[in-house]
């Protein structure tokens, strides 16, 4: 099991970006796909998630209406689009896989993170 995200850098505020997280060795509808968040100093947290693949979306609440968790199954690929990006989001964003998203710590497998920065 393997999972790899990119489309990490630098943008202004109030930028877009789409991160992507190939993954390989499973399949997306073997288990969740979830993004993650780690900023200096803090926990990882979740970011969106659809817990057990279900119809549900596990959002963080500062990032309801900007963020949006899609996939593309046949290319075993699952996208984090960001709008309206704010100082704040500023992390290494990681992408995870297992059945209970939004519980970070009970994710089994991890890919590198990537790292987004917000700044003017």
């Known amino acids: 099991v393997q999972l790899q995200a990119f489309g990490g850098g630098l943008v202004q505020p109030g930028d877009s970006l789409k991160l992507s997280c190939a993954v390989s060795?499973?399949?997306?509808?073997?288990?969740?796909v979830g993004w993650y968040r780690q900023a200096p100093g803090e926990e990882r947290e979740a970011v969106i998630c659809?817990?057990?693949?279900?119809?549900?979306?596990y959002q963080l609440e500062s990032v309801k209406g900007r963020f949006t968790i899609t996939s593309d199954k046949s290319k075993n690929t699952k996208y984090l689009e960001m709008n309206d990006l704010r100082v704040e989001d500023t992390a290494v964003y990681y992408c995870?896989?297992?059945?209970?998203?939004?519980?970070?710590?009970?994710?089994?497998?991890w890919g590198k993170g990537t790292l987004v920065t917000v700044s003017s």
């Open positions: 995870a896989a297992g059945h209970e998203c939004d519980q970070p710590s009970y994710m089994p497998f």
């Open positions: 659809i817990p057990n693949n279900d119809s549900v979306t």
């Open positions: 060795g499973f399949t997306l509808d073997d288990y969740s």
